[in-house]
Nanobody
Framework: EVQLVESGGGSVQTGGSLRLSCVAS????????MGWFRQDSGKNRWGVGI???????RYAPSMAGRFTISRDNAKNTLYLQMDSLEPEDTATYLC????????????????WGQGTQVTVSS
């Protein structure tokens, strides 16, 4: 059974940093495209970024330069390093996985975690 479990969310002040983790089970992250999304209180969901099997990463324009996606194949875990956080980054962050490659940031993916809450205060 495919399962994705996010952790690492919390409350920070503007300019702070957080690192989110997404532990995968039931499949190997090295063989899947992995993505991060965020969802607001109205359940609107946006793509944050994606990492392909070959390690190529792509980001939404507003996150490029502040957010970094990485993957630890030995731990079967996906990460999202978030720096220079702003109140507008407040959301639930979800990780996702899909066997297809070269997806655009924000493209629907096959498997989803439940999310972890990030709150940024001014």
């Amino acid at each position: 059974e495919v399962q994705l479990v996010e952790s690492g969310g919390g409350s920070v002040q503007t300019g702070g940093s957080l690192r989110l983790s997404c532990v995968a089970s039931g499949f190997t992250v090295a063989d899947y495209a992995m993505g991060w999304f965020r969802q607001d209180s109205g359940k609107n969901r946006w793509g944050v970024g994606i990492i392909d099997v070959d390690g190529e990463t792509r980001y939404a324009p507003s996150m490029a330069g502040r957010f970094t996606i990485s993957r630890d194949n030995a731990k079967n875990t996906l990460y999202l390093q978030m720096d220079s956080l702003e109140p507008e980054d407040t959301a639930t962050y979800l990780c996702a996985a899909d066997q297809r490659q070269n997806l655009g940031v924000g493209s629907w993916m096959a498997y989803w975690g439940q999310g972890t809450q990030v709150t940024v205060s001014s």
